[in-house]
């Protein structure tokens, strides 16, 4: 790990100032994710700002009859919370399927958001990677990719997005709420957060540079059976395969996203009125286009069966 400096911020503007003046600053939080990175040498910020003290660790209920989950909300704290389970179970579950118990009780709501692949070729610092180095291509392309996406992906870069959470949070219509270093605020809606890499790969969010995660929002809680479902090649401590965040209504009609398939939280509204025909109608508009490698198209079956018994269990539940 090479040597940086470090400082406390005391607002979500003073922190949001003192990474924009640096080209190489990071926030840190949890950093469960971005201290792995640095030790590997694939990040190397000069300036740390800790977050940690500036409030942004409660969970309430918002003016449009929702949730405003504070940045710094830990995911156990989030996945234990009454009302959570109670009105948005999905994200619950979402929750409680990723990482540890220890690595849960640190890592935060926005750190959830913005962790990095888990590509192999990304963590191995002897291989090309465009996210990694832009421009030095994929060794991904033509290399071992069952853990990779099958669609949404292009020629510079085929990995995908690790976060269950935020799986969750797209079939909820969550929003990212955000400070600009000059203060100013704004909202960014979960479908727009998270980029596609197109042929920019290392542009990963809707983020500038210095700006930062105040607090995701959760609309009016949504009725119907909330599931998460997680395929992994082991029952803990695994990142999906593929997964399946739902929420189904009477009559078969919701709402779906998946995860382990794209470079991002994988929803395609167009195709949900196809949800009452059943998974195999649905899986064929909602992945149309996909991509597979030979290493990973059992993926492209593996979506279509978990959301079968999504809709088999929630047809009982109901």
Not at 84 to 108: C, E, F, I, M
Request: hydrophobic share 45%; glycine share 8%; aromatic share 4%.
């Amino acid at each position: 790990m090479k040597a940086f400096s470090f400082e406390r911020a005391r607002t979500p503007a003073e922190a949001a100032a003192a990474v924009a003046q640096r080209p190489d600053a990071r926030f840190i939080a949890g950093g469960t994710n971005l201290l792995d990175l640095m030790k590997l040498q694939i990040e190397a910020p000069t300036h740390l700002v800790d977050v940690n003290a500036l409030g942004l660790d409660r969970i309430e209920d918002s003016k449009e009859g929702g949730l405003r989950i504070g940045a710094l909300v830990r995911n156990s704290d989030l996945a234990a919370d009454a009302t959570v389970k109670r009105d948005y179970p999905v994200l619950s579950r979402a929750l409680l399927a990723g990482a540890s118990g220890q690595l849960r009780n640190r890592a935060t709501t926005a750190g959830n958001l913005l962790q990095r692949t888990r590509c192999p070729y990304f963590y191995d610092t002897a291989q090309p990677c465009n996210k990694r180095q832009p421009g030095s291509g994929c060794s991904a392309l033509h290399g071992q990719s069952r853990s990779l996406a099958v669609i949404g992906a292009s020629h510079a870069c085929i990995a995908t997005h690790p976060s269950d959470m935020a799986v969750a949070m797209r079939v909820l219509d969550a929003q990212v709420e955000t400070v600009k270093p000059d203060g100013q605020t704004r909202r960014i809606a979960i479908a727009d957060f998270h980029k596609l890499p197109g042929d920019t790969p290392h542009v990963e969010h809707a983020l500038g540079h210095g700006e930062l995660i105040t607090a995701v929002l959760l609309p009016a809680p949504v009725a119907g059976v909330h599931v998460y479902r997680k395929v992994r090649d082991r029952a803990s401590y695994a990142f999906a395969l593929v997964s399946v965040a739902a929420i189904v209504q009477p009559g078969g009609t919701g709402r779906v996203a998946f995860g382990g398939l794209a470079p991002k939280p994988w929803r395609v509204e167009a195709a949900e009125a196809l949800l009452a025909k059943g998974a195999r109608a649905f899986t064929a508009q909602a992945l149309a286009g996909a991509k597979p490698t030979e290493d990973n198209a059992f993926k492209l079956p593996l979506a279509e069966r978990t959301l079968a018994g999504i809709l088999q269990s929630a047809q009982a539940a109901s």
